[in-house]
């Protein structure tokens, strides 16, 4: 394996006319002593807080009011939605099927729907039902024991 070549870099390389930098050639400490001085950071003057002189507060141009744009965000306001609540529950298996069967009736009709729309609409129809029909309603099923079904 060859190894590859070494990257030339800016510092061989030397501007024409120049000579380049040799132990001969290198300027004397008196030399550096008598060049002009670079400014640092710490040769410039730091201000205090008596010399500081108060700086009055940039004043922000008010915002044009724009009755287009206002028009348009009052127009853009959508109904918030409802929050969605995940919950499970223990049915039994006939009522489970009874979902089923719902759902297969509104698919012959020519309507596909999910369980959750089916057990919805069934809370709408007994949310319409008066009190003494709501109660009838459910007497009719039976009391489940609460908590998970044992495996």
């Known amino acids: 394996m060859s190894k590859p070549a ?22 004397t400490p008196a030399e550096i002593e008598t060049a002009a001085p670079v400014e640092t950071m710490a040769s410039t003057p730091v201000a ?19 009755p287009a744009a206002k028009a348009n965000k009052e127009k853009k306001v959508a109904p918030k939605k409802p929050k969605l ?5 223990t049915f039994p298996e006939t009522d489970y099927a009874q ?12 309507r596909d729907v999910k369980k959750t729309e089916v057990l919805r609409a069934g809370l709408a129809l007994l949310s319409s ?3 003494a029909d709501l109660l009838s309603a459910l007497d009719g099923i039976n009391k489940l024991k609460p908590g998970r079904p044992a495996k």
């Not at 070494?6 to 300027?27: C, D, F, L, R």
């Not at 807080?49 to 724009?66: G, I, L, M, T, Y």
């Not at 979902?99 to 020519?110: D, E, P, V």
């Open 6 to 27: 070494p990257k030339k870099t800016n510092q061989n390389i030397v501007a024409p006319g120049k000579p380049e930098a040799t132990p001969e050639n290198a300027a």
């Open 48 to 66: 205090t807080e008596a010399s500081a002189q108060p700086v009055a507060p940039v004043a922000e141009k008010p915002a044009k009011a724009n």
């Open 85 to 89: 609540v995940r919950d499970s529950f």
């Open 99 to 110: 979902i089923a069967t719902l759902k297969q009736r509104a698919l012959s009709a020519g």
């Open 129 to 131: 039902l008066s009190d």
